[in-house]
């Protein structure tokens, strides 16, 4: 029995195949190399995207609108290709050899970073600039910049939705030890996503404001090759989960069999409904059996036995899925409401890369009276900051605190934690829009609307950027332990997955809003709520507009959070091999 509990119980294995030993591997022993992995991988990704809008205003010669839209369509296809990266993980090569195989196509096979920095300083890839802010691109100038980008994107795709996983699969879930420390991981996890945003929206930002782009696009290149060696260097401590096939197969399944069965009656006695029989796992590798729940009870039909189910004696799996099955499917579709509230947060989140950054620039940026000025991108710094305040503040002070209260282990749940967090982006964008009302307002009384900087100070911006970073500590990482920890065992890399792409769609819908507000704004002559030159627009407006949103959305999330259902795993899972 010693012997047993030296192994984990949720069917983990070491890098040789082996059950997972508990005192050999996993837990905080192995979580510095997967934090050091995300550190140096976000530091590289922020590197890029902080300033991104200002290089594809200024080097690409691009206007402020179409500058903020390609902005936040790379941003939102970085965050849309991890469902490629997810479905590879969960349904053939695990969590590791996708993190494994991506880092290095990100690095050195796709070119990405390296065409990037080729292109700020090779002579024919970068374009002609006769003055800093005059510089005139070729189409295929252009072009080259796009399509590194675009190949970072897809490198991302296959180490975002997994590291996350991967590091909460490193404490077992049947160990309540080890399971109370996983949502600790969580929090510094992110904490260590923002210790590389902090170093990017710093250091790197002003190295390509002053130094030059291609030193501030070839350090990310550097950054993300320790990365990989960061991760690599780990190898023997990491528990992993085996992969359990299609996910994607498994839901075609249960709906094709519901669908067939749409006249068969549920029987009342669920124990009738078809499982694997008690003592083993479920049919899917690596996952434990799940207990069936009452609503959306019409996917139970594909668990209902008749005859014609059975093939040469073995059931067709078109035909008839096991309880586990339908519960899987089941788990996917109650998290699609509380994912689609995370679409309108993720816009608000989005305007710090572009919005904020343009206000920015309109303003003082010289740091109090001296010389020095501080490039607009580099406010994003008190949001990082904010994070890395209020991580260790929630982690060590409000969950002890809330958890004498509320008695849940974790403090607050997930719900509660992500709806607080809503509430808070809401007083950001409240923040931003006042800020912006004020700017306009001295603008139009001092007559300065052809100032390129006015005499109002960039560092009134903080409190909007100190407001997101808060706000991110409650939604973000509340949303990554929710979609990992409701997630069936087999399909975490996938809803890992489903939790970025709010942040893609969050990307695109400002897009969108942007394309719509100038499209309506700009009609019959008017320069429109966001032209070139913001002191004769209205980005307040714009502000509001997301204000307005947000508040819509809140309400929503507080009646989708409140009739949600948890799913509930039973058993635990061993691997057979020893």
């Known amino acids: 029995m010693e012997e047993e509990d030296n192994y984990t119980k949720d069917g983990t294995v070491d890098y040789r195949g082996n059950p997972a030993n508990k005192k050999k591997t996993g837990t905080w022993k192995a979580c510095p190399y997967i934090l050091g992995n995300e550190c140096c991988e976000r530091l590289a990704y922020y590197g890029l995207s902080s300033n991104l809008v200002l290089y594809f205003k200024h080097q690409l010669n691009q206007p402020s609108a179409t500058a903020s839209k390609n902005q936040s369509d790379w941003s939102g296809t970085c965050y849309i290709t991890p469902l490629i990266g997810a479905f590879v993980a969960d349904a053939y090569l695990g969590r590791y050899w996708t993190i494994a195989c991506f880092s290095i196509i990100y690095v050195f096979v796709s070119l ?54 991967y590091g909460a699969d490193q ?8 399971k109370k420390h996983k949502s600790s991981f969580f929090n510094w996890f992110y904490f260590s996503v923002n210790v590389g945003a902090l170093i990017a929206s710093s250091v790197l930002v002003y190295i390509q404001d002053n130094v030059g782009w291609g030193w501030g696009f070839g350090i990310p290149a550097v950054t993300m090759a320790i990365a990989v060696a960061s991760f690599f260097s780990g190898t023997r401590l990491y528990r992993n989960q085996k992969p359990g096939g299609s996910p994607l197969t498994r839901i075609c399944q249960v709906i094709v069999a519901s669908l067939m069965k ?29 207990d069936h729940t009452k609503d ?37 579709v109650r998290l699609l409401p509380i994912w689609a509230t995370g679409i309108i947060f993720s816009t608000v989140y989005n305007q710090m890369g572009n919005f904020f950054v343009l206000q920015g620039e309109r303003m003082n940026t010289h740091v109090g009276k001296s010389s020095f000025k501080i490039p607009p991108a580099s406010l994003g710094i008190f949001d990082t900051l904010s994070v890395l305040f209020w991580v260790p503040v929630y982690d ?36 931003a829009g006042i800020l912006e009302l004020i700017r306009l307002k001295i603008v139009k009384k001092n007559n300065y609307y052809d100032l390129p900087e006015m005499p109002m100070s960039i560092f009134w911006q903080v409190p ?12 973000f990482i509340g949303q990554l332990e929710f979609f990992y920890e409701q997630a069936p065992d087999a399909m975490r890399s996938l809803c ?23 499209s309506i704004s700009t009609r019959n002559g008017n320069l429109g709520w966001i032209p070139d030159n913001l002191n004769r627009g209205h980005l307040d407006y714009f502000f509001w507009l997301l204000t307005v949103l947000s508040v819509l959305n809140l309400g929503v999330y507080l009646l989708v959070a409140k009739w949600y259902t948890y799913k509930r795993p039973v058993g635990t899972v061993r691997s057979d091999k020893k």
């Open 496 to 518: 890992s997955a489903l939790s970025l792409t709010t942040v893609a769609l969050g990307s695109y819908l400002s897009s969108l809003l942007v394309t719509i507000v100038t």
């Open 112 to 165: 990405g970073m390296t065409l990037l920095t080729l292109s700020a300083t090779v002579h024919g890839l970068k374009p002609t600039c006769y003055a800093k802010d005059d510089c005139h691109p070729t189409h295929a100038q252009s072009a080259v910049v796009f399509v590194a980008l675009y190949l970072i994107a897809l490198g991302t795709g296959g180490i975002k939705p997994c590291v996350s996983s």
């Open 464 to 475: 909007q950027y100190f407001l997101v970073g808060c706000a991110e500590v409650f939604t």
């Open 262 to 290: 749409y006249r068969v009656k549920v029987p009342e006695d669920k124990a009738l409904l078809y499982e694997t029989k008690d003592g083993e796992s479920a049919s899917i590798e690596g996952s434990r059996k799940l």
């Open 296 to 332: 959306l009870g019409f996917f139970d039909k594909a668990a209902v036995e008749i005859q014609s189910d059975h093939r040469n004696s073995s059931p067709d799996p078109w035909r008839l899925c096991t309880v586990t099955q339908v519960e899987e499917l089941k788990a996917i």
């Open 171 to 178: 404490f077992d879930d049947a160990d309540e030890t080890e």
């Open 396 to 431: 060590r002070i409000i969950v002890p605190v809330a958890r004498k209260y509320t008695g849940h282990k974790s403090g607050l749940t997930q719900l509660q934690r992500m709806g607080i967090g809503l509430v808070i982006s809401i007083f950001s964008m409240l923040s």
